[in-house]
């Protein structure tokens, strides 16, 4: 099992890590962002990461999807920031020091993902990456925004697809378009 494991001190070390695994060449695996959200560990695939900032106050706003928090301003560009808790039907939390947004590109659009920290950056090999596992009654466990679940040694990381966290017709409700403020 080929596998890279990175520990984050603090923030700074995000950035450096990042811009070094995106210059480094892959070891026949995927390479995967990974963060908490509540207890468990997911991970995204580290193409689809376009930066990882502190969490900062949102604009709400009015009649969007409770899962949607609001939009920030990144250097003049407009993102919708959403918080997967509730998309994922768990309970709401306050944000502190620790959480982050992931900007993360979905169906050619940026959108942020409140998460509760940062972990690792991880290398893991495509056979150590198994299908969502079915189980029992599939119609109670709701699998449809993972891309499977990877080993590595002896915990998992939930692998997202983040083009099954949004559809095309969700974002395409979000006011999205880059203006210049």
Same mark, same amino acid.
């Given at each position: ?6 520990q984050f001190?603090?923030? +700074? /070390?995000?950035?450096? +890590? ?39 106050? !949102? ?23 959403? /918080? ?37 950056? !991880?290398?893991? /090999? ?7 596992? $079915? ?10 925004? !993972? ?6 040694? /002896?915990?998992?990381?939930?692998? !997202?697809?983040?083009? $099954? ?12 378009? +880059?203006?210049s403020i």
């Amino acid at each position: 099992m080929s596998m890279e494991k990175k520990q984050f001190e603090n923030k +700074a /070390d995000i950035k450096e +890590a990042l811009m070094n695994l995106l210059h480094s060449s892959t070891t026949g695996g995927n390479q995967f962002v990974t963060f908490n959200i509540a207890t468990e560990e997911y991970g995204i695939n580290i193409n689809s990461v376009q930066e990882i900032t502190g969490h900062r106050p !949102l604009t709400y706003l009015p009649n969007s999807p409770k899962h949607i928090k609001g939009i920030l301003n990144l250097r003049g560009n407009i993102i919708p920031v959403m /918080d997967p808790r509730i998309k994922f039907g768990l309970d709401e939390v306050q944000y502190d020091k620790n959480s982050v947004i992931i900007i993360v590109e979905s169906f050619e659009k940026n959108i942020g993902i409140i998460v509760d920290n940062i972990k690792d950056v !991880l290398t893991i /090999d495509s056979k150590n990456i198994e299908d969502t596992p $079915k189980i029992g009654d599939t119609n109670k466990i709701d699998v449809q925004f !993972l891309e499977g679940v990877g080993k590595v040694g /002896d915990k998992f990381v939930i692998i !997202l697809n983040i083009n $099954k966290v949004f559809s095309k017709e969700e974002l395409s409700q979000i006011p999205m378009k +880059a203006v210049s403020i």
